[in-house]
């Protein structure tokens, strides 16, 4: 409906000059007879009413265009155009046989209702018909010459004949190309949606959600080109859940998964949108601090170790508390400076092990 709505507007812009200058052409030209001076009236003002119901459609699709449900007015408006089109055409056609066989008009009709308007096969066969007997029986009651009225009629029905035909072929190439273009549209929403799968199976977490360790690991090296370029200070902290492995002996895998997710959510929550949080594998997290120096992210580790501490996981009714170590070090302008960062960072995590878990550690 919006392909038509769209080739009435251009149509009627480009008709509306014509019937100007049709107008002016007739009106110019002295008659040499009464009756033609008759037949160029009618022709007149034939074309001064399309020029108007033109003018008047134009401004209706344009406003009607504008807004987002058009199916009810959108057909009101095409089944006008096609009865302003088919009058005007036929009531020159009949205006016409006062001084000429021509029914040109009529021809013109019948290609363009098949061209321009989209129309379904019922539709096309309904129109056509009412357009095909309101010429009949106009022209039998102008035209009074039997041979030309048998073949005006002889011809205007082999146009209505050839006008749906056409219609039904530009009708059934649209449809397979609407069908083709929806088609195309799911498999590219299907492509997209299995993109994203795989944009999420290779850089994120499929247990947490978190990032993973190749998406940590760009993150962390075009840090790395910030604090070469711009001398600032950015820190990393590792973190590994205390006593885990009892949690998953005691309680199953299943109840440490869920552990796992909801510390993940935690840490979440407590990092700002800026800081790039892993998981690293296993029980262990990983989290970037952009700009951040090692002394204040020692004070974000502990806010984050006191929160988990405090945090009770209810297990079917059973509250388990858990403890997490961390690790801290800074990135540095150096060689291989992530590589570097991450031996120091796993080096003081060690050290908070060693030195009782439960606490942090930074690399000095």
């Known amino acids: 409906m919006e392909t038509n709505l769209r080739r009435m507007y251009y149509l009627a812009l480009v008709v509306i000059p014509m019937h100007i200058a049709y107008v002016v052409m007739f009106w110019i030209t002295e008659p040499s007879s009464g009756e033609e001076a008759v037949w160029r009236t009618g022709i007149i003002v034939v074309h001064s009413i399309h020029l108007i119901v033109s003018l008047a459609l134009a401004i209706i699709i344009s406003r009607a265009k504008r807004q987002n449900h058009l199916s009810n007015k959108a057909v009101f408006i095409q089944y006008a155009f096609i009865v302003s089109l088919s009058a005007m055409a036929i009531s020159l056609v009949t205006i016409d046989q006062h001084v000429t066989t021509n029914i040109t008009p009529f021809l013109v009709l019948c290609l363009g209702l098949a061209v321009i308007f989209l129309l379904r096969p019922t539709s096309a066969f309904i129109i056509f018909s009412v357009v095909l007997t309101a010429y009949l029986l106009l022209i039998g009651i102008v035209q009074k010459e039997p041979a030309i009225l048998l073949t005006n009629r002889v011809n205007g029905i082999t146009f209505v004949v050839f006008g749906m035909y056409l219609s039904l072929i530009l009708w059934n190439t649209t449809r397979k190309n609407l069908f083709q273009e929806e088609e195309i549209k799911r498999q590219q929403k299907e492509l997209e949606e299995k993109n994203a799968e795989l944009q999420r199976l290779a850089f994120f977490d499929t247990l947490t959600g978190l990032y993973n360790r190749r998406k940590w690991f760009e993150f962390a090296e075009e840090e790395s080109r910030l604090i070469c370029r711009y001398n600032i200070r950015s820190s990393v902290v590792l973190m590994d859940i205390d006593h885990f492995k009892k949690i998953n002996d005691d309680y199953g895998h299943p109840i440490g998964d869920k552990i796992l997710k909801e510390i993940a959510d935690l840490l979440k929550k407590n990092l700002r949108a800026v800081d790039k949080l892993c998981r690293w594998g296993g029980e262990e997290f990983i989290f970037l601090l952009p700009n951040t120096s090692v002394e204040e992210a020692r004070k974000v580790a502990e806010k984050l170790r006191t929160l988990i501490e405090q945090a009770e996981f209810s297990i079917d009714g059973e509250s388990i508390r858990v403890k997490a170590s961390f690790g801290i070090a800074s990135i540095k302008c150096e060689e291989n400076p992530i590589?570097?960062?991450?031996?120091?960072?796993?080096?003081?995590?060690?050290?908070?092990?060693?030195?009782?878990?439960?606490?942090?550690?930074?690399e000095t």
């Not at 060690?350 to 550690?361: D, E, H, P, S």
């Open 339 to 362: 590589d570097r960062a991450y031996e120091r960072v796993d080096r003081a995590l060690y050290m908070a092990k060693q030195g009782g878990r439960n606490i942090v550690v930074s």
